[in-house]
């Protein structure tokens, strides 16, 4: 597959991320290769790259959006290692899934807790102060 | 249990759709039997006998709408299975997942690709061409 | 502003399906040009342009996302007028309305009904038959 | 930690519902201790404690939010338990599920009949009479 | 039309809610007579004539629903009619409402209760005691 | 009413962002006081309060979640507001709404971004640049 020079600027913002663009592109191989594409070239190559917010910022953006969405473990788990990779520090982290009690309600932020807390653990990062 | 013109119309539309209803009554029977009940009867033996759309035109509806809501990976593995079963292509199942990233967000198209290429790797359907 | 070929792909997209860029554009010019060029780019471009499903399949798909969705009249509006002009007939844009009652609930049934029906008055294709 | 008067109002309504405070700050203590006091006391000592209501309507209306809500597995386990420990039955916590049919579609109803069945069973209560 | 009993028990039963089943028959009939039928026989006919729950606790578990679930004022309006004319208090519905702060967030509790305000407004119940 | 300390220092972190809790306390007075008790209280005297994320921060995180919560036009005003007098860009909420592309899908970020706009051009600040 011939990638596009969006989808390389999509693969190296990743990259700068802690991703890797194998584990979206890998998975995907055998059902759904364009979605790879797409989702590198847009998310990742169009929208991640634009300024007007820093990484940080578009990590507190990108987990409130999760936390908030629901049935995104699978999201919120990557986004968290990328908040980090990305130098959030993990009280930030904490503090906007709490935040989200007055606008998600408790079971997304309850939730949400026990997958960042599982990402913290795999990382060394608890007891956070 | 006395079975109603309508839920033997909506177990024969199911069977037509490669589903069973012994897998709805089933897991139901002891704890609401009326719900099985209530589901073969209007789900199934109302709305899905209906004319006016084609099972595979149905089970395009289905599929959107149960990406769109999430929390649906039990009964979009089903789904799946009945989309091939009346008829869709893989690449069709595909390509509808793929379109609701305008729609539905990306996490959750990701997540119900994943859902449906399980589905297809039971089959020996992939890669999907 | 130049456009992109993706973005004149998407342009050209859309006016097949009876709309018109400069529906989105205009509104956007003075707060968010780019959300216009990554809408007509990627949505209408690279989405709608895709092979695998046709326009009255990807209409089928886009009503039952935002029935589901919820809070979406302004796109219902739109993607029903879309709908009869890529060829769907009003009674099968109603019975993919009536169909998610199984998935989406009455509530967003019943109000995507009326903007449904607003639509159908607006062509003079009521009463449905 | 000090625990405020709202925060000990919280823990004895919980014990009440057959909770255990302890289920709340335990797994957040490493992480988010903060959470933990701001549910205690808001939720259980703030909300669960005012008049108004009695717990059973009180978990009527938490398990119609949870269903409805989705991705609540957990939470519909706790607020399953806790309902039959203030005093509804089995057959009100059934029926409860069943009319969502109406309003929240039948995958989330679906999936929540399954969470309750799992309490009931821990508890020897299938089959519901 | 020709009525089946199922429906004729459901318009029965919306009458007792204070409701009057021409308000679903009439703005459906020239778009889709055929929801105003399913509606009246299935959620009326089958769903709130079962057992198990009175009508004052099935309009607590629908306002629940209806109030998490959002972009629902329309139902939420009639439904505050129908939970009043059923038996419940002003004070009920408030209550059901403000406990949602812990599962549904501010915004939709906040919405809903202008909603329920605009409601007791137009009966003369406000100040709710 | 006597006011509690957590209501005057929530009333107080209200007026810093711009807003006046008398416009919550207002619309609730006659329906349900209460509510503007605890949401003054808890959202912000208790939340919006807490170290550990700057006004800035949190008011990124609230318009993420508002609009891929969606129906809440009313809150996103008041927020898109407050985000603006605690001194973030209207680029930046351009930005931040633009990202959500990603994760709440096109209808829910233009209906935001048209709101935003309103907010804009109320204050004059149309055209962003």
Known sequence: MERS???ERGAARLAEMGGDIANITGPLADVAPD?????GEFAFGDLYTRPGLDLP???L???AALVTLGDTERQLRFHTNAALDVGLKPSEIVETVIHLLAFAGNPRVFNAMLTVKGVFAERGL????
């Open 126 to 129: 608890l007891p956070v102060e």
């Open 61 to 63: 953006v990108t987990i």
């Open 5 to 7: 020079a969006r989808f």
């Open 57 to 59: 910022q578009r990590q």
């Open 35 to 39: 979605l790879a594409t797409l989702v």
